[in-house]
């Protein structure tokens, strides 16, 4: 099984900053992509950003020039760092990872953590 934990929420006032950091543990074989989600109260899932292992990177419009993810090597911790927040970016905020772990043949996964809460005040 693969576990992922996200970290690095928290209240910040309008114009700050926060990263976030998202680390995948247990038996990996290979990672495809890793991304960041978030959800406010009364609205869907939707993405924010989104790495592959190759290094090709996705954003949503909304945060695109505010919001950069990055990593260290082509697996995890991912990072999200987030600037000029605005308050319409409180969500709770979700990392996905999508790979394969071990076995024979290795298994796919796509595992989700369970959230850390931004809120911005104005």
């Known amino acids: 099984q693969v576990q992922v934990v996200e970290s690095g929420g928290g209240l910040v006032q309008a114009g700050g900053s926060l990263r976030l950091s998202c680390e995948a543990s247990?038996?990996?074989?290979?990672?495809?992509?890793m991304g960041w989600y978030r959800q406010a109260p009364g609205k869907q899932r939707e993405l924010v950003a989104r790495?592959?292992?190759?290094?090709?990177?996705t954003y949503a419009g909304s945060v695109k020039g505010r919001f950069t993810i990055s990593r260290d090597y082509a697996r995890t911790p991912v990072y999200l760092l987030m600037n000029s927040l605005k308050p319409e970016d409180t969500a709770v905020y979700y990392c996905?990872?999508?790979?394969?772990?071990?076995?024979?043949?290795?298994?796919?996964?796509?595992?989700w953590g369970q959230g850390t809460q931004v809120t911005v005040s104005s």
């Open positions: 996905n990872v999508v790979g394969y772990y071990s076995g024979s043949p290795p298994v796919a996964f796509d595992s």
């Open positions: 247990g038996s990996i074989f290979s990672i495809n992509g």
């Open positions: 790495i592959t292992s190759g290094g090709s990177i």
